[in-house]
């Protein structure tokens, strides 16, 4: 079973940048698709990136398109969400997931814990 945790949440101001990270507990996830994933409140959890195996391919949502880029680091079983031009509109709780298709959080099996990321204007 792939466990994952993500760090690197907070608060920032309109403009402004913060980096995600999403460390998996087995190097078993360097097979695995990873996705971020982030649910304001009163919201449906929305697909925002995801790297696939083939290729280390990425895909966005057009809310981050150009804003947000998703990397991996298979050595250290690590994967990466720089956002960058951050507005209020991305304030949520923002998770991880593992194993799953494109940008369907229905379709990820394995998920981290969350993390907050605010952003004031």
């Known amino acids: 079973q792939v466990q994952l945790a993500e760090s690197g949440g907070g608060s920032v101001q309109t403009g402004g940048s913060l980096r995600l990270s999403c460390l998996a507990s087995?190097?078993?996830?360097?097979?695995?698709?990873i996705g971020w994933f982030r649910q304001a409140p009163g919201k449906e959890r929305e697909g925002i990136a995801a790297?696939?195996?083939?290729?280390?391919?990425?895909e966005y949502a057009d809310s981050v398109k150009g804003r947000f880029t998703i990397s991996r680091d298979n050595a250290k079983n690590t994967v990466f969400l720089q956002m960058n031009s951050m507005k209020p509109e991305d304030t949520a709780m923002y998770y991880c997931?593992?194993?799953?298709?494109?940008?369907?959080?229905?379709?990820?099996?394995?998920w981290g814990q969350g993390t907050q990321v605010t952003v004031s204007s």
């Open positions: 790297i696939y195996i083939a290729g280390g391919f990425t």
């Open positions: 997931a593992a194993g799953g298709r494109r940008l369907e959080p229905r379709t990820y099996t394995y």
């Open positions: 087995v190097s078993a996830y360097s097979y695995l698709n």
